[in-house]
């Protein structure tokens, strides 16, 4: 199945799910396919859980947040995205309606997790 995208482009913008939730955050999707330890449902405000679009559990225990396995991580991650492109059709509606759309992850790791990978691979998508 190919996605054919005509549309602006949202902003979208990624945060810790143990950060407190924010009228600045517009549209909140928890993009982990596990739920963040300690958080409750209502605390976290969010607007939607998009697991599907989660890395699957071999790659995110393999990855194992070790900044080395960074690029590979990344590179594999993407793949399974490609392989699997209805993961992204929550995100893309998201993006459709809502003005601004923040990914929700929950790692410690600011720089090197689902989300960061994410929000690059829905950038690039929807510049094409």
Not at 8 to 21: F, H, L, M, S, V
Not at 51 to 70: C, G, T, Y
Not at 71 to 76: A, I, L
Not at 117 to 123: A, F, N, Q
């Amino acid at each position: 199945m190919q996605i054919v995208f005509n549309m602006a482009i949202a902003d979208i913008q990624i945060k810790r799910a143990y950060r407190p939730a924010s009228g600045k955050d517009g549209w909140r999707i928890l993009v982990d396919r596990l739920w963040p330890r300690g958080i409750d449902k209502k605390e976290a405000a969010l607007n939607d859980w998009c697991k599907q679009a989660a890395p699957s559990s071999e790659l995110r225990k393999w990855f194992n947040h070790q900044e080395d396995k960074w690029p590979e991580f990344k590179k594999k991650y993407k793949q399974e995205l490609k392989s699997n492109p209805e993961a992204l059709e929550p995100l893309i509606a998201a993006i459709r309606q809502y003005p601004l759309v923040t990914l929700v992850y929950a790692a410690r790791d600011d720089a090197h997790n689902n989300a960061v990978v994410l929000k690059e691979l829905l950038l690039s998508t929807l510049k094409k």
